[in-house]
């Protein structure tokens, strides 16, 4: 069969030559694929917007020798999504997640639960969830439908159940190498602050834990005020990370950008 249909998100765009475009793309059917689009860097392409980062597309590509060719696209603009897609916050959330599925998924290898959980965020986006909210969901998510998903109801290393019993200090311990929470007996040592290679583990309270519990599952378009959700951020990032085996250029990026934003000014009296 010499060509075929897909329904994909676009989670990553290179030039090729002087008019044509490499995509990266996420389908239902086929998982991670990379697809040429001819034409669509000129001024008046055919392809028009549909072909915009993160959009949902429905394609029909020929194969080719190398890499299969778009000769098809069609996609319903949503508005919505688009107008937050601009948001520096949201257009960082959506690159991170564009990122850490390139790298963590195999090409042709279809994962309809990775390709249902772009849509629910498309639609939460679309509703206006926070991207504060929605990124500490997300990397749980992600290493969920990835196999991945960090252990947080029992030890990582010794399987012994801990339930909601602080460990030390009233905090438990996380710890990205070891694949989750620790109990007190598997503590490794090293537990000041977040490394990035999985060495170190960090503190978490009983709320945190609970809500990152409760974040596993959580419809995306349902999330509201999680709390310090910077701080759980950084703790779900860190896992996500791991698995990468290196720090997350699109998370970086958008740390760099929120450490350069001036402080609010204190209210005058």
Not at 26 to 47: D, I, N, P, Q
Not at 164 to 187: E, I, K, M, Q
Request: charged fraction near 25%.
């Amino acid at each position: 069969m010499k060509s075929y249909n897909v329904d994909a998100f676009v989670l990553r765009l290179r030039p090729l030559g002087e008019a044509d475009r490499i995509l990266t793309l996420f389908s239902r059917e086929r998982g991670k694929l990379h697809a040429v689009a001819k034409g669509s860097r000129r001024s008046g392409s055919r392809f028009g917007a549909r072909l915009d980062f993160f959009n949902r597309v429905s394609l029909t590509l020929h194969r080719g020798r190398s890499l299969d060719i778009i000769t098809g696209a069609q996609s319903a603009i949503d508005r919505s999504v688009w107008d937050r897609l601009v948001e520096p916050e949201t257009f960082a959330l959506a690159s991170y997640v564009a990122e850490v599925i390139d790298a963590l998924s195999e090409p042709d290898l279809a994962v309809p639960e990775l390709f249902d959980m772009l849509c629910e965020l498309r639609d939460a986006i679309g509703a206006g969830v926070p991207a504060a909210s929605l990124a500490p969901a997300i990397d749980l998510r992600l290493l969920g439908v990835l196999g991945l998903a960090p252990e947080l109801d029992a030890c990582a290393r010794c399987g012994s159940a801990l339930g909601n019993r602080p460990l030390a200090g009233g905090r438990a311990r996380l710890s990205p190498n070891s694949g989750g929470l620790v109990c007190r007996r598997c503590n490794v040592e090293d537990v000041g602050a977040l490394t990035g290679d999985g060495g170190a583990t960090f503190g978490v309270s009983a709320a945190e834990l609970s809500m990152l519990r409760a974040l596993r599952t959580a419809p995306f378009t349902a999330l509201g005020d999680i709390g310090d959700a910077a701080r759980l951020r950084r703790l779900t990032s860190a896992f996500v990370e791991y698995q990468l085996g290196r720090r997350s250029k699109a998370l970086a990026v958008a740390n760099a950008r929120t450490a350069r934003r001036p402080a609010p000014k204190a209210a005058a009296r």
